[in-house]
């Protein structure tokens, strides 16, 4: 009889679903569902960079997700699947009681934004970051080390801490903060009450400041001399974190009847979208896996041996277990790569969504469709035109921090900047110096790994704009001069889960075993132009130029 793993991918704006036979690492069915309240613009205040979800869109779209998904394979296939994992956006924390339920999903707080998920984006947490890592290199002991010397205020407690500054009654009503990927898999298996809460290794690790050296977190100490408000939190977090091939729980009678799936199916121990995802690349010591959406996730591995003892900075972490089993895994990333483009769409958009309504001559269907296919254009029209572009021919410079910057150096502070703009500048020529400004930031990272002594011997992208844009593929092969491999699989971070899904079903014994058979094959390579490659590296010192000058008026 057939066995299937089932991988649940939650990102920013939707869950997908991933079903996988473990026999041979067919992907039968996907199915994607957006989240509701979100999609409505709900809670989010983008001006104030405020970005939170309702945890009831999770479960809803969980629920519809999966509904979708049985229906488009063969009935009776669910009863087949032998283990399920979860991949999350994060940090994206939430404050729950003491009954381990997230603040949201009662009714006092059901409409209160503090008391919902706070987004991986959601930038309002800049000052406490900044406190969180000023007492750290003020410590004995700092604590910050193995996450790249400098805490961002998109983590965990960077944003506990501003929520419980900003909203008396949430800081009143908190027994404690988990984070999504975690949440998710206690709701599911009931273990969500403090008393049977255990987080999975990549969020404690990567986001909470857990590590081994320090047996857990740092004391409460630590957190009472940034805030008598963290007084106790610390104390409400279980230390004995666990890596996502071990099973957290089995599928409780209420979620399998929910699910349409067998009562008691193993579930794992989840972890964020791109240590997945890049489990699904066949990520290795050498490789660096890049996740390409809103935003970009760099992963990597290394052995314990090879960092013997070192501390790369500037990154999102180095956690033992976080991403395979018995390696470091290592993170860093870009705040924004699709958001840049997608702002600087919406930014030539506002004629037709602002003074397009206003047209009486024309009726209601034909202004939508004018808007629709008008809208849908604009990213592809101006890729073909920038793509005739000489490179360097505009001398226009672009910084990619439209959403701050996540490493290296994590600096939610800055901004975004553009530099060599005159009357002749167009549209197509200034895309084209944002999508190099996103290569050149995602060039940044592959360079600190380097001078920190973590090899990058070649580079794996999965995400949506790898399948969707050769015009950025190809600008990227030739600014980080390397080959790229893009995977095979829409559903990379889906498909990571579902590998762990298969070893916690008991498929295999090892996530190496399961990779081998399951990961994603190599879809399409990208090639670096030589002649294009050696322009890009005198461009890419001006983009550092412009950086250093931004960085310092910041400062």
């Known amino acids: 009889m057939s066995q299937y793993a089932l991988g649940l991918d939650y990102g920013s704006d939707s869950v997908r679903a991933l079903l996988v036979d473990t026999a041979n690492g067919k992907e039968l069915a996907s199915q994607s569902v957006l989240y509701p309240r979100w999609s409505k613009g709900l809670y989010c205040n983008p001006t104030e960079d405020q970005f939170r979800q309702h945890p009831q869109d999770y479960l809803d779209s969980l629920e519809q997700v999966l509904q979708t998904l049985w229906q488009s394979v063969p009935a009776g296939t669910a009863d087949s699947v032998i283990g399920i994992s979860i991949d999350t956006t994060g940090s994206t924390p939430v404050a729950i009681n003491a009954q381990g339920t997230p603040l949201a999903l009662t009714p006092e707080f059901a409409e209160n934004p503090n008391a919902m998920f706070v987004l991986w984006k959601d930038h309002t947490a800049i000052r406490e970051a900044a406190e969180i890592t000023a007492v750290a290199q003020a410590s004995s002991t700092n604590y910050l080390k193995h996450m790249g010397g400098v805490y961002s205020s998109e983590w965990f407690w960077a944003k506990a801490l501003h929520v419980l500054r900003e909203d008396q009654q949430v800081a009143q009503a908190a027994y404690s903060w988990v984070e999504h990927c975690d949440w998710l898999t206690a709701e599911l298996t009931a273990t969500s009450h403090p008393e049977k809460f255990t987080m999975g290794r990549c969020a404690a690790g990567h986001k909470i400041m857990w590590n081994a050296e320090w047996d857990g977190f740092p004391p409460n100490s630590f957190f009472t001399a940034i805030d008598p408000l963290l007084d106790g939190l610390v104390t409400t977090l279980n230390p004995n974190t666990q890596p996502s091939d071990q099973v957290a729980g089995k599928l409780t009678q209420e979620w399998a009847d929910k699910l349409g799936l067998p009562v008691a199916t193993p579930v794992g121990f989840g972890a964020f979208d791109c240590h997945m995802g890049a489990v699904a690349a066949s990520v290795k010591p050498g490789v660096l896996t890049k996740v390409m959406g809103t935003s970009t996730c760099d992963i990597t591995v290394t052995s314990q041996e ?5 501390s790369v900075k500037g990154i999102c972490g180095q956690v033992d277990g976080s991403v395979l089993p018995g390696m470091v895994g290592l993170e860093a990333g870009q705040s924004a ?6 702002w600087f769409k919406n930014l030539v958009a506002w004629p037709i969504q602002h003074i397009l309504p206003t047209l009486d001559w024309l009726d209601d269907a034909s202004k939508q469709k004018l808007s629709e296919q008008i809208e849908g254009r604009i990213l592809v029209e101006l890729s073909d035109a920038a ?11 672009a910084l990619d921090w439209v959403n701050g910057r996540r490493t290296p150096d994590a600096d939610q502070t800055v901004s975004m900047a553009i530099t060599g703009l005159k009357m002749g500048s167009d549209a197509p020529s200034i895309f084209k110096a944002l999508v190099e400004a996103t290569a050149f930031g995602s060039r940044a990272i592959t360079e600190r790994f380097r001078q920190q002594g973590v090899t990058v011997e070649s580079v794996v992208v999965i995400g949506g704009i790898s399948k969707k844009s050769d015009f950025v593929m190809q600008t990227c092969a030739d600014v980080w001069n390397c080959p790229i491999d ?5 559903q990379s971070c889906a498909l990571g889960a579902a590998i762990f899904a298969a070893v916690v079903g008991g498929a295999f014994a090892t996530v190496a075993e399961a990779q081998a058979v399951m990961a994603s094959p190599v879809h399409k390579t990208y090639l670096p132009n030589p002649k294009n490659a050696a322009v890009y590296d005198a461009l890419y010192a001006h983009y550092q130029g412009l950086g250093a000058y931004v960085s310092g008026v910041s400062a």
């Open 306 to 310: 090879q960092l013997a003892g070192h």
């Open 337 to 342: 790569f699709g958001d840049l483009y997608a």
């Open 387 to 397: 793509n005739k572009l000489s490179v360097g021919a505009s001398k226009i410079t």
């Open 486 to 490: 893009v995977l095979e699989s829409e």
